[in-house]
């Protein structure tokens, strides 16, 4: 089989380790959607919101439905939303956030990857400032959808800035107007395909291709940690 087969199977495996990451990362956000508000998707507008980004990766619904009945259980405590900020190698800012149940172990993981890969963990607020907070929707557009009256509309549920390319539109706004933006595609029958949160650098600096692979295996490293939800940086 060869050369051409390994290579093959690494990229196999490489996605098949995204969807892993992928799934385990949505069942944080059904299983923290449960505890604040319930297991019931009609009144818990954030849970509806986990379930379609389920669908969206293709997440197994058995795996989908295990996470809202461990949610379900009294005996299951809440994860803590903790950030993490630091500095990666050259001076690139990079902003984690966790979900754990485990705060002492979360800390102690992400400090030693920082320490590793030539970078050092800061105190809270020593590089957030660097970045905004916003929404995202990724929306399936209408056969009649009229873009600029869709646009004005949504700014007064907050959007910011949208986007239309081949049938689907995105939308990005403050990280306030997640609800209102929420409920106007749903009030309005538009399909959600995706939604989220993201930080946005207001700045970024561009490294050349052999510091931006050291910077690289910092931010993967820390990406694999099993409590780690995202990983923002301003590299360019």
Not at 32 to 54: C, E, F, I, T
């Amino acid at each position: 089989m060869g050369r051409i087969f390994e290579v093959r199977k690494h990229k196999m495996f490489a996605r098949y380790a995204k969807m892993s990451k992928q799934f385990a990362r949505i069942s944080k956000e059904v299983f923290m959607a449960v505890k604040a508000s319930g297991p019931n998707p009609d009144s818990n507008p954030r849970l509806r919101a986990a379930m379609q980004n389920a669908r969206t990766v293709n997440m197994p619904k058995d795996r989908l439905e295990a996470a809202i009945k461990k949610a379900s259980s009294k005996d299951e405590k809440d994860l803590e939303i903790i950030t993490y900020e630091g500095y990666g190698p050259h001076g690139i800012a990079v902003l984690v956030e966790t979900a754990t149940d485990n705060p002492t172990r979360t800390v102690a993981n992400v400090r030693s990857y920082f320490n590793k890969y030539n970078g050092s963990l800061g105190v809270s607020g020593s590089v957030s400032f660097m970045f905004e907070h916003k929404c995202h929707f990724r929306i399936k557009a209408k056969t009649d959808t009229d873009i600029e009256m869709l646009e004005l509309d949504l700014i007064d549920a907050g959007c910011e800035e949208l986007n239309a390319d081949q049938g689907e539109i995105t939308v990005y706004g403050s990280f306030d107007s997640f609800g209102k933006l929420q409920s106007y595609f749903e009030s309005n029958e538009y399909e959600i395909l995706e939604s989220g949160f993201d930080r946005v650098p207001t700045v970024t600096k561009k490294l050349s291709p052999e510091q931006e692979e050291e910077v690289n295996k910092l931010l993967d490293k820390i990406e694999e940690d099993e409590d780690v939800q995202n990983v923002y940086s301003t590299m360019e």
